[in-house]
């Protein structure tokens, strides 16, 4: 009796944290995207900041968080949660102004390190600045170390940026100045993969990444963002990605 007493009280449990975080995520939804028509520019702005102080308290006090699923927020119309295959690097991409004006991204890393879960803004405030949308985070492990790829894209030119990040967590922090890729002889923390031209929607852009080889690939793109049919080709060669 008492073991099923136990039970009941753990199920019950799980079932209200469980509706907890639900309602966490029908929360940071409507307030990022319910936003009243008549809102003056100031009353938007207001709500996008207590929409980036729900998602810091929530991320910061919530450790579940970093694996929850945030189905209504991700079907939002401008926010991108990308999650680690390892569970310990979750970025949150969301557009300030909501798709209703020129793009502006900023990302917020969630991340496991020292038995945490932690979180905190890519960019200082002083320095925020629009920044890429994040949507896929790869990983690459070498020389004991976890490395993590993200995929980037930048919106809201003529030409729309595809490019790579590295990434390592660190001394209790997100490193994302790793230069992990040798370009004409400079080592570099990013690549750029290409300014392609998304508005005929005849292709699409793709990078491929393959964690047994170390390979990163990409189509080639003409100076006027057309995706040609060869393939540019980077590989790890255990300390650096290089081209081939």
């Known amino acids: 009796m008492r073991i099923s007493l136990t039970l009941l009280l753990l199920l ?7 509706q907890s975080l639900r309602a ?20 938007q702005e207001a ?3 207590l929409f980036e102080r729900l998602l810091m308290k929530y991320t910061r006090q919530l450790p579940k968080t970093i694996n929850y699923p945030f189905k209504n927020l991700s079907e939002t119309n401008a926010v991108y949660i990308s999650t ?5 690097l979750r970025i949150y991409s969301y557009d300030k102004h909501r798709r209703r004006s020129m793009p502006w991204y900023n990302n917020v890393y969630q991340y496991r390190a020292n038995g945490k879960v932690l979180a905190r803004h890519a960019k200082p405030l002083y320095e925020r600045g ?16 976890t490395y993590y790829i993200a995929q980037r894209i930048a919106f809201g030119g003529l030409l729309t940026e595809y490019s790579l990040r590295f990434m390592v967590i660190e001394n209790g922090q997100v490193n994302d100045n790793i230069k992990l890729v040798q370009t004409d002889n400079t080592l570099e923390n990013e690549l750029m993969c290409g300014n392609v031209d998304d508005l005929d929607g005849k292709d699409t852009f793709s990078i491929d990444y393959d964690k047994v080889s170390g390979t990163i690939s990409m189509p080639e793109v003409s100076d006027k963002g057309k995706i040609g049919s060869k393939r540019v080709v980077y590989k790890f060669n255990g300390k650096w990605f290089v081209k081939v």
Do not use: H
């Open 84 to 88: 680690s295959d390892d569970g310990n």
């Open 130 to 145: 629009p920044d890429y949308a994040i949507y896929k985070i790869y990983t690459l492990t070498a020389g004991g170390k």
């Open 12 to 18: 019950t449990l799980t079932r209200c944290f469980g």
């Open 24 to 43: 966490v995520d029908k929360r940071l939804a409507d307030v990022y995207e319910n936003v009243p028509e008549q809102y003056t520019s100031d009353q």
């Open 47 to 49: 709500r996008m900041k």
